[in-house]
């Protein structure tokens, strides 16, 4: 039995599927094994993927030319491009985090992320724990009277959404941080920051 994303279109539709893929590919490979014939099974197997390609397409199939369409139970249904049916998609976790911006001289304190997990040794802002529920703890890189603006970073992750408050605090003298650079606001673009934390530098901006 061979199945591609072809043949498991056009078994699911032929069949009319109501199972979710993934967990409806052993019942495909089942259903396609009841239908492959003993003698050309590779025939067989090389015409399904090729009307899965050309006409059992994934939108807008053109049933009027399957061979096959008479006894599709996806067609009989009026809407063969749903099928395969496809689970829904799990909603994004959301946490919940804070942004430091620290000013002194024109310029801005930066840190390294770790260099192991997300970001992992990129230039960023100093941030809090992210934490999964509001509000989130909010660790300040260091003791200032801190302002938190009215602005919030949102940004999405392959796993999660972030949603960052905005804190900025212009400190009177010169303090070392562990781990921490104080870059020229006015060179940011330089710095190499992901996305995340460029979307806070046009905040700023913003909110000034």
């Not at 590779?42 to 994934?58: E, H, K, N, R």
Request: aromatic fraction near 8%; proline fraction near 9%; charged fraction near 20%.
């Amino acid at each position: 039995v061979v199945v591609d994303g072809s043949v498991e279109r056009v078994v699911a539709r032929l069949f009319a599927l109501a199972d979710p893929l993934p967990g409806a590919r052993p019942r495909i490979r089942d259903l396609t094994d009841s239908i492959t014939p003993d003698a050309c099974a590779g025939d067989f197997a090389q015409a399904m993927m090729d009307l899965g390609a050309t006409i059992c397409t994934p939108r807008s199939p053109r049933c009027l030319l399957c061979p096959l369409a008479a006894r599709c139970a996806a067609r009989a249904t009026g809407t063969p491009e749903m099928f395969p049916v496809k689970a829904p998609k799990k909603a994004r976790p959301v946490r919940y985090g804070t942004f430091f911006w620290a000013e002194h001289g024109g310029k801005v304190l930066l840190t390294r992320r770790p260099d192991k997990g997300l970001l992992g040794g990129m230039r960023a802002f100093p941030t809090g724990v992210w934490a999964e529920s509001p509000p989130a703890p909010a660790d300040a890189p260091l003791a200032a009277d801190w302002t938190l603006r009215n602005a919030t970073i949102r940004h999405v992750f392959t796993h999660f959404e972030l949603v960052a408050a905005l804190a900025t605090a212009t400190i009177g003298s010169h303090i070392d941080v562990a781990d921490g650079e104080w870059w020229p606001v006015a060179d940011l673009d330089s710095a190499g920051l992901p996305t995340v934390f460029a979307k806070a530098v046009k905040a700023i901006g913003r909110s000034e």
